[in-house]
C-alpha cells in the first residue's frame, strides 16, 4: 500500500549561516546519542565511558598533548582530503599517499642525514615525504586531468600497493630501509639530524604548528588568492571555467599533487617525530582514512580543519585509553568517529536542501 505522502528536497539559494555552524555541532551531538544507545545495548554506561574519554583525551595533562601529537597527522591528512575536495575532486588514497610519504622522509634521513645539520635536514625529510605523497598521486591525478577517469578507483586501489610496499622495505632481508641489527624487522633509524626533539617527555613535537600554518595558508589561498578563484569556478560550473578561459586540466592536476603532498608531509612528520623510521603498523592505524572523515566533518573548510582533527585526535586517544583503564571495547572511538561522518554527510542534506513532506491527494474519476 502507497502511503499518502511524498518528501520534497528544494534547494535552497543560499544556505542560512546558523545551519552551516549547526551541522557539524549537531553531527558529533547525534553520533553521541546512538554511541550511548550502542553501549547501554552491549552492557556499558554511556555517562562513565564518555567522561573516561573525554578525561583521558581532552581534560589531563597527558591526554592534551597525546590528543595535540596525533592531531598534527590527522589534520595533515584532513587539509589533504578536503583541498582536493574544493574542486570535486575525491582523493581517497590519502592513506597510501601517507605511506610513501613515511618511505620519503626514511629514505631522505637515512641517506643524507649524516652530511647535513639538523637546521636543514629536518625540511629536507619533510619536503622529500611531500614529493613521495606527490609521486604517488601523479598517475591518477594525470588520467584523472587528461582522460577524465575516476579518481576515487586510482587512488583507492593504490593504496593497497603502498601498503604492500611498507611491508616490502621492512620484511624483505637486507632492505635499505631495515635495521640490521635486530632479530624481529623493524624500520632502520634515522640519523639524529633528521629529527626534532619533542615538548619534554611528551610526544609532541614543534610540526604541530606546521600543520596548523599550513592548514590557515590554504584556505587563505582558496578564499583570496586567483588559483583559489579558479578551484571554485571549475568546482561550480566547469562549462563556465572553460569560456572564461581557464585550464581545468592543468589546474585539477596541480590541486590533486598538492593533495598528495600534504598526506605526504604527514608521513614525513612522523619520521621526524615521534617514529624516526618506517613502522609497519601504520598500516593499521588508518591515519589517511580518518582525513576524509575529518574533511567531512569540517565541511571542508580548510582552517576549521584544525578543530576537527584536535576532536578526533581526542576521541582515538580517549579511546585507546578506555581500554587500559576500564574493559570498555577501545573500537567505540572508531566506531564514533564513524557515526559522526555517516551525521555529517547526513547533515549535508538539510544544508543544502529544504525538505517538505507533502500529502498526496488520491485523483477521483
Given at each position: 500500500m502507497r502511503?499518502?505522502?511524498?518528501?520534497?528536497?528544494?534547494?535552497?539559494?543560499?544556505?542560512?549561516k546558523?545551519?552551516?555552524?549547526?551541522?557539524?555541532?549537531?553531527?558529533?551531538?547525534?553520533?553521541?546519542?546512538?554511541?550511548?544507545?550502542?553501549?547501554?545495548?552491549?552492557?556499558?554506561?554511556?555517562?562513565?565511558?564518555y567522561?573516561?574519554?573525554?578525561?583521558?583525551?581532552?581534560?589531563?595533562?597527558?591526554?592534551?598533548?597525546?590528543?595535540?601529537?596525533?592531531?598534527?597527522?590527522?589534520?595533515?591528512?584532513?587539509?589533504?582530503?578536503?583541498?582536493?575536495?574544493?574542486?570535486?575532486?575525491?582523493?581517497?588514497?590519502?592513506?597510501?599517499?601517507?605511506?610513501?610519504?613515511?618511505?620519503g622522509?626514511?629514505?631522505?634521513?637515512?641517506?643524507?642525514?649524516?652530511?647535513?645539520?639538523?637546521?636543514?635536514?629536518?625540511?629536507?625529510?619533510?619536503?622529500?615525504?611531500?614529493?613521495?605523497?606527490?609521486?604517488?598521486?601523479?598517475?591518477?591525478?594525470?588520467?584523472r586531468?587528461?582522460?577524465?577517469?575516476?579518481?576515487?578507483?586510482?587512488?583507492?586501489?593504490?593504496?593497497?600497493?603502498?601498503?604492500?610496499?611498507?611491508?616490502?622495505?621492512?620484511?624483505?632481508?637486507?632492505?635499505?630501509?631495515?635495521?640490521?641489527?635486530?632479530?624481529?624487522?623493524?624500520?632502520?633509524?634515522v640519523?639524529?639530524?633528521?629529527?626534532?626533539?619533542?615538548?619534554?617527555?611528551?610526544?609532541?613535537?614543534?610540526?604541530?604548528f606546521?600543520?596548523?600554518?599550513?592548514?590557515?595558508?590554504?584556505?587563505w589561498?582558496?578564499?583570496?588568492?586567483?588559483?583559489?578563484?579558479?578551484?571554485?569556478?571549475?568546482?561550480?560550473?566547469?562549462?563556465?571555467?572553460?569560456?572564461?578561459?581557464?585550464?581545468?586540466?592543468?589546474?585539477?592536476?596541480?590541486?590533486?599533487?598538492?593533495?598528495?603532498?600534504?598526506?605526504?608531509?604527514?608521513?614525513?612528520?612522523?619520521?621526524?617525530?615521534?617514529?624516526g623510521?618506517?613502522?609497519?603498523?601504520?598500516?593499521?592505524?588508518?591515519?589517511?582514512?580518518?582525513?576524509?572523515?575529518i574533511?567531512?566533518?569540517?565541511?571542508?573548510?580548510?582552517?576549521?580543519?584544525?578543530?576537527?582533527?584536535?576532536?578526533?585526535?581526542?576521541?582515538?586517544?580517549?579511546?585507546?585509553?578506555?581500554?587500559?583503564?576500564?574493559?570498555?571495547p577501545?573500537?567505540?572511538?572508531?566506531?564514533?568517529?564513524?557515526?559522526?561522518?555517516?551525521?555529517?554527510?547526513?547533515?549535508e542534506?538539510f544544508r543544502?536542501?529544504?525538505?517538505?513532506?507533502?500529502?498526496?491527494?488520491?485523483?477521483?474519476?
Amino acid at each position: 500500500m502507497r502511503l499518502p505522502i511524498r518528501v520534497v528536497f528544494d534547494q535552497r539559494g543560499e544556505a542560512p549561516k546558523r545551519l552551516t555552524a549547526l551541522v557539524p555541532i549537531v553531527s558529533v551531538l547525534a553520533a553521541l546519542f546512538f554511541g550511548a544507545i550502542f553501549l547501554l545495548a552491549t552492557g556499558y554506561s554511556p555517562i562513565d565511558t564518555y567522561t573516561n574519554m573525554f578525561s583521558d583525551g581532552f581534560a589531563s595533562s597527558r591526554g592534551v598533548t597525546d590528543t595535540l601529537a596525533l592531531s598534527t597527522v590527522l589534520i595533515c591528512t584532513g587539509i589533504a582530503a578536503a583541498f582536493a575536495f574544493q574542486m570535486n575532486i575525491y582523493n581517497i588514497g590519502g592513506e597510501g599517499q601517507l605511506y610513501l610519504g613515511m618511505i620519503g622522509g626514511a629514505w631522505a634521513g637515512i641517506t643524507l642525514g649524516d652530511h647535513l645539520p639538523s637546521l636543514i635536514m629536518v625540511p629536507l625529510v619533510l619536503i622529500f615525504g611531500a614529493l613521495a605523497g606527490a609521486l604517488w598521486i601523479f598517475v591518477p591525478a594525470f588520467v584523472r586531468s587528461r582522460l577524465g577517469t575516476s579518481e576515487i578507483v586510482s587512488t583507492l586501489l593504490l593504496t593497497y600497493v603502498a601498503s604492500s610496499l611498507i611491508d616490502y622495505v621492512i620484511y624483505t632481508p637486507d632492505s635499505f630501509f631495515r635495521n640490521p641489527n635486530t632479530s624481529f624487522p623493524q624500520g632502520r633509524l634515522v640519523s639524529a639530524s633528521a629529527k626534532l626533539q619533542s615538548f619534554g617527555d611528551t610526544r609532541l613535537y614543534p610540526t604541530i604548528f606546521v600543520a596548523i600554518i599550513l592548514a590557515v595558508v590554504l584556505y587563505w589561498v582558496v578564499k583570496r588568492t586567483e588559483f583559489g578563484y579558479r578551484i571554485n569556478v571549475i568546482a561550480d560550473s566547469p562549462k563556465a571555467a572553460h569560456y572564461a578561459g581557464i585550464n581545468a586540466k592543468r589546474t585539477t592536476m596541480s590541486v590533486m599533487l598538492i593533495s598528495g603532498a600534504l598526506a605526504g608531509l604527514g608521513g614525513a612528520m612522523l619520521i621526524v617525530g615521534p617514529y624516526g623510521k618506517i613502522e609497519p603498523s601504520i598500516v593499521n592505524l588508518g591515519y589517511g582514512y580518518a582525513g576524509i572523515v575529518i574533511a567531512a566533518l569540517a565541511r571542508n573548510n580548510l582552517a576549521a580543519i584544525v578543530v576537527s582533527g584536535i576532536l578526533f585526535a581526542g576521541l582515538r586517544v580517549g579511546g585507546e585509553k578506555l581500554q587500559i583503564s576500564t574493559d570498555t571495547p577501545i573500537h567505540i572511538g572508531v566506531m564514533l568517529q564513524g557515526a559522526i561522518l555517516l551525521f555529517a554527510l547526513g547533515g549535508e542534506a538539510f544544508r543544502r536542501y529544504k525538505i517538505r513532506v507533502v500529502l498526496v491527494r488520491a485523483v477521483t474519476t
